[in-house]
């Protein structure tokens, strides 16, 4: 991992996938669902303070009735001025407009966390790779379903797509 990084938080996101009930609950390594959670609040916290956007991602399952229970967003993530991004696939990005929707407000660099590191959040990574994003990951941020998956993000693929920090050393700073 890196030192402290400077970033513009006019020009950065904070990308939180799949903070649902069901998802959050669900046994998680190397790190409790619930423990990711405290970790995206503050990095949210710390996003809005600063300005800077916050985009919450989250999982709809196509052609069913109705969701299954607890597939909203935790309870108080989502804050006003927050973009709310409903996907129906693995990644955020397909079919779901948030490229233009990033593109519009000016954003260039991406900030990672959620649930699970080697399939949602890698998975809408690669995507923005592919987009010309750059990309943060706050790795103590995230958690998978086993401690094998999620290292093998973070140590061999997400280094090859970005920088992996902890939360706290994510910094918005202007100028």
């Known amino acids: 991992m890196t030192a402290a990084l400077a970033l513009d938080p006019a020009r950065t996101a904070l990308v939180l996938v799949d903070l649902m009930d069901r998802i959050v609950a669900l046994p998680l390594e190397p790190r409790k ?3 990711v959670l405290v970790k995206a609040e503050e990095l949210a916290r710390a996003f809005r ?3 800077a956007l916050v985009v919450l991602i989250r999982v709809e399952r196509h052609g069913i009735a109705e969701q299954p229970p607890g597939s909203g967003l ?7 001025g927050d ?20 593109r519009e407000r000016g954003i260039t660099t991406l900030v990672f966390g959620g649930i699970a590191t080697n399939l949602g959040v890698e998975s809408t990574a690669r995507a ?3 987009l010309g994003y750059g990309l943060v990951f706050a790795e103590d941020a995230m958690a998978a379903f086993t401690a094998a998956e999620h290292d093998a993000s973070v140590r061999l693929d997400f280094p090859r797509l970005g920088t992996v920090v902890a939360a706290s050393q994510v910094r918005l700073t202007t100028g």
Do not use: I, N, P, Y
């Open 49 to 51: 303070s600063a300005g």
């Open 74 to 80: 935790v309870a108080g993530l989502l804050r006003e």
């Open 128 to 130: 923005a790779a592919d």
């Open 33 to 35: 669902g619930t423990e």
């Open 83 to 102: 973009l709310e991004v409903v996907k129906g696939t693995v990644g955020g990005f397909h079919g779901t407009g948030l490229d233009e929707r990033l």
